[in-house]
């Protein structure tokens, strides 16, 4: 199983409203990451969880908030968010998280579409 | 910090014709260099890649030399199909951060 699977596909949310995105993967990756991708722009890193510790945080408002409940699942949970969030949220995981790790590559989800009306 | 430059494009080419799209690096250490190709309506898959200096790498005809003189990662394809219509992006595994990239259509 090489796949990351990311659920919901499509997401319309109202500014009050809570959700949450999930993901997960059974490849035995220790790292996982959520990334934030605007339209005809490059996916932005948002969160890495690295052993299921919260290792890098982009500066991401609040607003966001990842978890990670164990090695194969990745949650991030959405309040009060904002119109220009807006956007395709990706999951990607990959063996390790360690930016020294030469080979390292990035598996990658299809995404959730969400909508902030 | 590290980081790449990518030629954004979009590129155009009809079909058998060559490809290049250039990649450039900047980069205190030796990091391994990454092509990602982005499929409609997908999320971000490996292309290829290269660990150290005047490696090659190549999948599906696809092929990128990583170049410390140049610091370059260019990517090239010989003779390009419609079903290679996809945006491409360049990345740095120092970074987890992709290049701008670029939008390749390929018309029959």
């Not at chain 1, 499509?10 to 997960?24: D, I, Q």
């Not at chain 2, 150290?52 to 260019?74: I, P």
């Not at chain 2, 992709?98 to 259509?105: D, I, N």
Request: hydrophobic share 30%.
């Amino acid at each position: 199983d090489t796949e990351v699977t990311q659920t919901p596909k499509h997401l319309v949310m109202g500014m009050t409203n809570k959700k949450s995105l999930k993901c997960e993967q059974h490849m035995g990756h220790r790292a996982m990451y959520w990334y934030k991708q605007k339209a005809k722009k490059p996916p932005e890193l948002m969160f890495v969880y690295s052993y299921e510790k919260l290792s890098i945080n982009e500066s991401v408002p609040s607003r966001f908030s990842p978890e990670c409940p164990n090695s194969s699942l990745l949650n991030l949970h959405l309040h009060a968010l904002q119109p220009e969030d807006s956007a395709l949220y990706l999951c990607a995981s990959s063996q390790v998280g360690d930016r020294d790790r030469a080979d390292e590559k990035l598996f990658f989800g299809s995404g959730t579409q969400l909508s902030v009306l | 910090g590290d980081s790449v430059t990518q030629m954004e494009g979009p590129v155009t080419l009809s079909e058998e014709a060559f490809l290049t799209i250039n990649c450039t690096y900047t980069a205190t250490g030796y990091p391994s260099l990454f092509w990602y190709v982005q499929y409609p309506g997908e999320g971000l898959q490996l292309l290829l890649k290269a660990t150290k200096a005047d490696d090659k790498g190549s999948n599906k005809g696809f092929e990128a030399t990583y170049r410390k003189e140049t610091t370059s990662f260019h990517l090239e394809k010989g003779s390009v199909q419609v079903s290679d219509s996809a945006v491409y992006f360049c990345a740095l595994s120092s970074d987890m951060r992709f290049g701008a990239g670029t939008r390749l259509t390929v018309k029959p």
